[in-house]
């Protein structure tokens, strides 16, 4: 879930409305992914929001649809998400520029990412910037002697022995150069 969960919330109720406008709250509840009983608070507590209107078409039978009021929440939530985010990439490309800086002044020529990584494009941008050598490789399947001048960056998915070997290579990890700390 997001950071946001009611923005989540609002935005799933949203994808099931538009998908089937006359969704009962057991298909709200499947796209949810909650029980029907939590859906039913959900959808009661966005309805005295004024975010989703809830119009009883007989006993058994409710129609809910997402208010203007529920829509320019979902707006208001998601813009402000979005200015996070990007400020979150803001610092974490400044981060990597510092990383790849401080090991161009060290003398390294190359940069390579060992793995994936979600910010691959912040690393070889900077590498590239810095007017270094980028190559994005596998996690070596055994230990070899790191190239000489080159900073590696251990990329969010290296399993931990090879994370450790890569370490003791002096490479980095991502959060690292990121300047972040090490998600669990």
């Given at each position: 879930?997001?950071?946001?969960?009611?923005?989540?919330?609002?935005?799933?109720?949203?994808?099931?409305?538009?998908?089937?406008?006359?969704?009962?709250?057991?298909?709200?509840?499947?796209?949810?992914?909650?029980?029907?009983?939590?859906?039913?608070?959900?959808?009661?507590?966005?309805?005295?929001?004024?975010?989703?209107?809830?119009?009883?078409?007989?006993?058994?039978?409710?129609r809910y649809a997402l208010t203007p009021e529920g829509m320019n929440e979902i707006a208001h939530?998601?813009?402000?998400?979005?200015?996070?985010?990007?400020?979150?990439?803001?610092?974490?490309?400044?981060?990597?520029?510092?990383?790849?800086?401080?090991?161009?002044?060290?003398?390294?020529?190359?940069?390579?990412?060992?793995?994936?990584?979600?910010?691959?494009?912040?690393?070889?941008?900077?590498?590239?910037?810095?007017?270094?050598?980028?190559?994005?490789?596998?996690?070596?399947?055994?230990?070899?002697?790191?190239?000489?001048?080159?900073?590696?960056?251990?990329?969010?998915?290296?399993?931990?022995?090879?994370?450790?070997?890569?370490?003791?290579?002096?490479?980095?990890s991502v959060y690292e150069a990121a300047g972040r700390e090490e998600k669990e």
């Amino acid at each position: 879930m997001t950071a946001e969960p009611e923005l989540q919330l609002l935005s799933n109720i949203q994808t099931a409305l538009t998908a089937n406008p006359e969704a009962k709250q057991r298909e709200i509840a499947a796209e949810l992914g909650l029980s029907l009983g939590m859906t039913n608070i959900v959808l009661r507590r966005f309805a005295n929001r004024g975010w989703i209107l809830a119009k009883r078409l007989s006993a058994r039978n409710i129609r809910y649809a997402l208010t203007p009021e529920g829509m320019n929440e979902i707006a208001h939530r998601s813009y402000r998400c979005l200015r996070r985010t990007f400020a979150e990439v803001r610092e974490c490309r400044a981060a990597v520029e510092r990383c790849v800086m401080q090991a161009k002044a060290r003398g390294c020529t190359r940069v390579c990412l060992y793995g994936e990584s979600d910010i691959a494009f912040i690393i070889e941008w900077a590498a590239r910037s810095a007017g270094l050598e980028f190559a994005q490789l596998p996690v070596p399947e055994r230990a070899a002697e790191a190239p000489a001048g080159t900073l590696g960056i251990t990329g969010e998915g290296t399993d931990g022995a090879a994370a450790e070997w890569l370490a003791a290579q002096g490479c980095v990890s991502v959060y690292e150069a990121a300047g972040r700390e090490e998600k669990e």
